[in-house]
């Protein structure tokens, strides 16, 4: 294994060779200028940038500009390095940075295997909103009492229905019902003009009668 390149003098000769190549835009001079080189890691090589110089990296991040940081850097160290900016100026930020992308990415595949696991719940849900929807856009003249009241007895049976049917293919899925029932409540309320905590009590009403009924 080679020696680890001195990141400083490196970047250094970066910043000046971009000076003299002809073509290279201004912004990316102050871009290269207010760059740290941080650590090679990867294959590539992570600068950081001040958070009053983060600006900056967008800059660094566009397809021509990289692609000229890249054949520069190629020329210096024989290793075609991708780039990687970050907010901070240190190793420790960068060190932060892989925590919470490494956090961010651990979230992310829970979520797709819960979302996989509770697939019969969660599209249960996203229809009724889109049923919801379809019944409000087709009602005219939604501004008026009785209208909205109307609305809210054709709606609570569409969220009744819909709870029963994922509850029933999907009983381990109590926190998503309960996400369900809110979003719906908090739609229907929206429409009627009614506080969501009386559209709850009115669809436990008409839960508790359906119920009965049966």
């Given at each position: 294994m080679g020696e680890k390149p001195d990141l400083q003098a490196l970047w250094k000769d970066v910043d000046q060779a971009l000076r003299r190549r002809p073509g290279t835009s201004r912004?990316?001079?102050?871009?290269?200028?207010?760059?740290?080189?941080?650590?090679?890691?990867?294959?590539?090589?992570?600068?950081?940038?001040?958070?009053?110089?983060?600006?900056?990296?967008?800059?660094?991040e566009t397809r021509v500009n990289k692609a000229q940081v890249q054949e520069v850097l190629q020329a210096k160290t024989g290793r075609r390095l991708d780039l990687k900016c970050i907010e901070g100026a240190t190793v420790g930020h960068w060190d932060r940075h892989k925590e919470r992308e490494a956090e961010r990415v651990?979230?992310?595949?829970?979520?797709?295997?819960?979302?996989?696991?509770?697939?019969?719940?969660?599209?249960?849900?996203?229809?009724?909103?889109?049923?919801?929807?379809?019944?409000?856009?087709?009602?005219?003249?939604?501004?008026?009492?009785?209208?909205?009241?109307?609305?809210?007895?054709?709606?609570?049976?569409l969220v009744y229905d819909v709870e029963m049917r994922v509850r029933s293919a999907d009983p381990e899925s109590e926190q998503i019902a309960m996400q369900?029932?809110?979003?719906?409540?908090?739609?229907?309320?929206?429409?009627?003009?009614?506080?969501?905590?009386?559209?709850?009590?009115?669809?436990?009403?008409?839960?508790?009668?359906?119920?009965?009924?049966?």
């Open positions: 912004a990316l001079w102050d871009a290269v200028s207010a760059a740290v080189p941080l650590t090679i890691e990867d294959d590539a090589l992570v600068i950081g940038f001040e958070p009053k110089d983060m600006r900056h990296a967008s800059y660094v651990r979230v992310s595949t829970e979520s797709m295997a819960e979302r996989q696991t509770h697939k019969v719940s969660h599209v249960g849900w996203e229809e009724l909103l889109g049923n919801l929807q379809v019944l409000f856009a087709d009602t005219p003249g939604r501004r008026h009492a009785t209208v909205q009241a109307h609305l809210l007895v054709k709606a609570l049976p369900g029932l809110n979003r719906a409540f908090d739609r229907i309320a929206t429409v009627c003009e009614l506080p969501p905590s009386q559209v709850a009590l009115e669809y436990l009403r008409y839960k508790s009668a359906r119920k009965a009924s049966r």
